[in-house]
């Protein structure tokens, strides 16, 4: 078994009755005072278990919403006992407080193998701020701390990086997971290496683009960035979003994927219509060269996308982040879905190690019917994409030995 660069609860040890605290995601979505979406509380579910079949008195820090430093019912994680309790068929407890005498108090009545929630850890101003008396006040309420919030990672708060430098800190299950699919994606992947990366803006991907081009051998541009891409490229865009003051910064990535010896994939039959709305009358197939001036590029054409399944067979390793046309309307999620399709139908054959992140590629993925059929799917927003731009995620390197 390779050593990991991070300690996972296999390394822990003898935990029973001890204080273990284990930052989670359950930042929840709700309606009308229920949890309208679960499955960062089932993510969770591992690692709570596992801590308290170890004897050990689990006590979950978290945040709920921006309540900006101030005690606030409507953030209150009293909220997810309820929750949490169904999901992990277990009772699961409230204490008032994540450091002081209210915490203190709290832990003291649990017994080994009992689980509790803290309060919101945005209640207090130093959390985001990762204050030192912040952090120090909640280290004196436990004797290990457990990392399993991938998706809250990418912020330096007292209790996603601060607590890691002040007690014993481990990966939990989920964030376990969520490490060693990256490695897999980026860090040390198998080659060829293919990357879909779509979106509206290039704007907003440039960093993921600049790190990309360096790192994988074929990128498979899609959504309105690539329209930005075929501008440059002197192609007409007719009235399709296009940021066309970006075309000297497309075209340097371009430069630069030339030099890395990476393939840049651009759609070279597009999906048109002169409005956008669900199965317009005026939606047609053309060659990129042919869009009116009055059309809009809403997605991939079919010859582009079995052209890109062909390179994706080739491959060993894919990234996957954005949808390759306007997927929430019909017919515009075609390219989408026979991508994704093609990429599951080569992951479960064996040949192809997939990993996919980002809210419109996980809602794409379950619209594609293959979420499933990934090797990982990732569902953190933020966190995944400044790890697809390079970042180094403070939450992360904290658990580094």
Known sequence: MVAKPFKTLDDMGDISGKAVLVRE??????QDGSVSDDTRLRAAMP???ELADRGAKVLILAHFGR??????PEYSLSKITRPLTQVLGRDVQFIPDCCGEAAVDGIAVMRPGDISILENTRFHPGEEKNDPAL???MAAIGDFYVNDAFSAAHRAHASTEGLAHKLPAFAGRSMEKELDALQAALGEPVKPVAAVVGGAKVSTKLDVLNNLVAKVDHLIIGGGMANTFLHARGVDVGKSLCEKDLAETAEAIFDKAEAAGC????PYDVVVAKEFAANPPSVRTCNVHEVAADEMI???GPAAVEALGDALKNCRTLVWNGPLGAFEIAPFDKATVALAQTAAALTKEGGLTSVAGGGD???ALNHAGVAGDFTFVSTAGGAFL?????KDLPGVSALMV
């Open 47 to 49: 690692t709570i278990l």
């Open 263 to 266: 393939t840049i994939h651009l």
């Open 298 to 300: 809403l997605d991939v």
């Open 67 to 72: 309540p900006k430093g101030q005690k606030n």
């Open 361 to 363: 590629t996980v809602a």
């Open 386 to 390: 400044e790890w697809m731009e390079g």
């Open 135 to 137: 952090v120090e006040a």
């Open 25 to 30: 995601d359950l930042n929840v979505p709700m």
